[in-house]
């Protein structure tokens, strides 16, 4: 399995990207780089991350510069990809901030009752960490090029035309610094996961809908 990663990264944040970056050039990617948004345009800056993959490789990975990720992450991101009941595209962060809170949080309840491994939505809710089949984005791009969605509903867009489902690993192998976008004002209330682990995962579980 060959899967790359894109740091999609912010000029104010340069000492976090360079940090992320040198942790995942630690682990077994077949590449890594980071897309860097110098005009404050996080979908300029997302759509540079994806170009970013090639088409030898299986998978590409685009994880934000405020991500929260363990020496583990690459080993259960494979497990991820290959238990997953369809891997076109996974989200490997569940927040507990918008949209649909309350939603969310009566699925992972839920999840939790059942011990569920995933959750699944035809809505792509955050863009913190996303990986998907590289056989996906040229299309995706080409669907989304007029869109005025934000970054992650505009993904989401291209998969939910095409009957796809997103898929959400739970836990989330990756986390959210809790911090101010530098996009756009958020409420106040945390930008976390639901829950975090740095543990190594299965993902044998079953499925709750979001």
């Known amino acids: 399995m060959n899967v790359s990663c894109t740091v999609m990264a912010h000029i104010k944040r340069v000492e976090e990207a360079t940090d992320l970056y040198v942790k995942l050039m630690k682990m077994p990617f077949a590449r890594v780089t980071i897309s860097m948004d110098y005009d404050n345009d996080e979908w300029n800056n997302g759509r540079n991350a994806w170009?970013?993959?090639?088409?030898?490789?299986d998978f590409h990975c685009v994880i934000q510069d405020d991500s929260i990720i363990s020496d583990n992450f690459y080993?259960?991101?494979?497990?991820a990809l290959r238990q997953a009941p369809a891997n076109d595209i996974l989200s490997l962060y569940t927040g507990t901030s918008r949209p649909f809170k309350n939603q969310v949080q009566k699925?992972?309840?839920?999840?939790?009752?059942?011990n569920a491994s995933w959750l699944?939505?035809?809505?792509?809710?955050?863009?913190?960490a996303i990986v998907m089949k590289t056989e996906h984005i040229e299309h995706?791009?080409?669907?989304?090029?007029?869109?005025?969605?934000?970054?992650?509903e505009r993904i989401g867009s291209y998969f939910k035309h095409i009957g796809k489902q997103v898929y959400y690993c739970r836990p989330s192998i990756v986390n959210h610094r809790d911090e101010q976008s530098l996009i756009k004002k958020v409420?106040?209330?945390?930008?976390v996961a639901h829950e975090y682990s740095d543990d190594v995962l299965e993902f044998k579980g079953g499925v709750i809908s979001i």
């Open 107 to 114: 699925a992972v309840d839920k999840a939790k009752e059942e």
């Open 120 to 128: 699944k939505s035809n809505r792509l809710m955050w863009g913190v």
């Open 187 to 191: 409420h106040n209330y945390p930008r």
């Open 140 to 152: 995706m791009l080409k669907y989304v090029e007029k869109s005025t969605l934000p970054y992650d």
């Open 51 to 57: 170009v970013d993959a090639e088409t030898f490789e």
């Open 75 to 79: 080993e259960n991101l494979e497990t």
